[in-house]
């Protein structure tokens, strides 16, 4: 099945700092992504619909000058989170929708100390 | 927007035991609706799907029935292994778009040897 790589797995990262993830789908192109960020034992929940050529579209509530999103090529969106604090230290998820279904990475460990 | 319950949030069972989980969805124009398995510190993976033209879909151990006038699927785990235990999640969807989902609470499972 259709592969989506996140990088880096983990990162630590000091307060004030920002923090780019990647995500790429490895086999197919995806001209929308989409970011998740969940917090210890709690559900995902979507931040933002990532666009290849365009703005994306952020949820409500989620700053889009802190989550800066990225969607530069059919393969590759990034997500940068600026200015990093504490609360920001999440489980972040990225995905890209196949053509039956939707595929995720493995996602990427943010703690800002 | 939509919101999707899921119950129960903990389960534990005997090896070889059914389990059932259940959810509830809002939006009726939500037309997809996939359960995923989340194992410590991985991004979530896709176990079975259904979509709302179909009432009932089965995968060897696995099923999922819809019941779109109540809004309502569940997932039924049968013959369960230890390697069955996890967090599980549903998760609602719309249009052609499968990575845009909202996702209920999730629901650790146990299955005791």
């Known amino acids: 099945g259709a592969v989506v790589s996140q990088h880096p797995s983990w990162v630590i990262c000091k307060s004030g700092t920002s923090v780019k993830i990647e995500c790429r789908s490895l086999?197919?192109?995806?001209?929308?992504m989409f970011w998740y960020r969940q917090f210890p034992k709690q559900s995902l929940m979507l931040m933002a619909t990532?666009?290849?050529?365009?703005?994306?579209?952020?949820e409500q509530g989620v700053e889009k000058d802190k989550f800066l999103i990225n969607h530069a090529s059919l393969t590759l969106s990034t997500l940068t989170v600026t200015s990093a604090h504490p609360e920001d230290s999440s489980f972040y998820i990225c995905?890209?929708?196949?053509?039956?279904?939707?595929?995720f990475g493995q996602g990427t460990r943010l703690t800002v100390v | 927007g939509e919101n999707v319950e899921q119950h129960p949030s903990t389960l534990s069972v005997q090896e070889g035991d059914s389990a059932v989980i259940k959810c509830t969805y809002s939006?009726?124009?939500?037309?997809?609706f996939p359960w995923y398995k989340q194992e410590l510190g991985k991004g979530p993976q896709l176990i079975i799907d259904?979509?709302?033209?179909?009432g009932e879909k089965k995968d060897q151990r696995i099923a999922v029935t819809l019941n779109k006038t109540a809004k309502h699927f569940s997932l039924h785990i049968t013959e369960t292994q230890p390697e069955d235990s996890a967090v599980y999640f549903c998760?609602?969807?719309?249009?052609?778009?499968?990575?845009?989902?909202?996702f209920g609470q999730g629901t650790i499972l146990t299955v005791h040897p």
């Open positions: 939006d009726s124009a939500s037309n997809y």
């Open positions: 086999d197919f192109q995806a001209t929308t």
């Open positions: 998760a609602a969807g719309g249009g052609t778009s499968y990575g845009k989902l909202t």
């Open positions: 995905s890209a929708s196949g053509r039956t279904e939707a595929f």
């Open positions: 990532s666009n290849e050529g365009s703005k994306a579209t952020y």
């Open positions: 259904i979509r709302s033209n179909v």
